[in-house]
């Protein structure tokens, strides 16, 4: 059983890592964390000083103990074991593939683990790192194809299908991923570099290489958005697209028999579609668009 001490610092914590306590907010005193949690005060003090090892809070004199900036963060515990973050990362992939990131908590994962809260602060500093780390492991298992297809077009599809599995296979992948806020993952990184090296060689004005193939991969990420509600939805509701779709044709019916709807009357009954419809169609799109802003195509070898 986790210690009362552990489980106040785990809390702590996990109000750290979900921004509730800022940097430079100040945490519980030792004096409320007695009264709030019902413990003695050698208690509380072993709480705040198990925040304190792990490099998330530290005493400031005249004010008391406050959160530390992840940029300032030293934890005061033995180095981290490869091996055992490696196995962190990996069942806080198996919880979000299978439930969301709703469901990814730091408590969570060590009771999935076996082992206490505070303990994983021991291999990953926040969850901010853990996202990190769990964005960056999908996409290492995924590198761009080598050697890559002949031409700017055939490679950024195969680019672009590339991630898209990704995101079929991990739904909450498009959640985390953010090109205006990025967490910078190299190995997805690695994914862009490429994107860049092939519109380059194709003669796309420099000034546009990157915000052409972030252009792209964004547009990916954006449609698959959709992938973790339908997920939730069908986990919920226990019917399928097409099952969803089905019962709704009593209401469609209904709603375009004024004539209201024409067009959707005519051409929505019998048309079916699906996100990764919608995703080729639109990558289609989208590189037709490309296509008068190259002076021409990949070099063999390149």
């Known amino acids: 059983m986790e210690p009362p001490y552990l489980r106040i610092a785990a809390e702590i914590a996990e109000r750290i890592a979900a921004g509730e306590l800022a940097p430079g907010d100040r945490v519980p005193s030792t004096r409320q964390i007695v009264e ?169 004005d420099p000034r546009r290489l990157l915000l052409a193939a972030v252009m792209v991969a964004n547009y990916v990420r954006g449609t698959a958005i959709g992938l973790e509600d339908e997920a939730q939805a069908e986990q919920e509701s226990g019917l399928s697209d097409a099952d969803w779709m089905r019962a709704q044709e009593e209401r469609f019916a209904t709603l375009v028999a004024g004539g209201t709807f024409p067009m959707l009357a005519r051409y929505a009954e019998d048309a079916t579609f699906t996100l990764a419809d919608l995703m080729e169609f639109g990558l289609q799109r989208l590189l037709d668009g490309l296509a008068p802003l190259m002076s021409g195509d990949v070099p063999d070898g390149q």
Request: charged content about 20%.
């Open 36 to 204: 709030g949690y019902g413990v003695a005060m050698a208690t509380a003090t072993k709480a705040l000083t198990e925040l304190r090892l792990q490099g998330l809070v530290r005493a400031e004199p005249g004010v008391g103990t406050v959160v530390v900036a992840p940029s300032a963060r030293r934890a005061e515990t033995v180095p981290r074991r490869p091996a055992m973050q490696d196995q962190v990362v990996r069942a806080a992939i198996r919880i979000a593939d299978a439930e969301g990131l709703a469901a990814l908590s730091m408590r969570r994962l060590a009771g999935d683990l076996g082992v206490a809260t505070m303990s994983l602060y021991r291999h990953v500093t926040d969850k901010e790192e853990l996202l990190l780390l769990m964005m960056d492991r999908v996409f290492a298992g995924s590198p761009p194809p080598e050697p890559p297809p002949a031409g700017w077009r055939a490679r950024l599809e195969a680019l672009a299908r590339l991630q898209w599995s990704l995101y079929q296979q991990h739904p909450w992948l498009a959640q985390a991923v953010s090109f205006t806020r990025p967490l910078l993952a190299p190995h997805a990184m690695a994914h862009t570099e490429w994107a860049m090296r092939t519109l380059h060689a194709a003669g796309l």
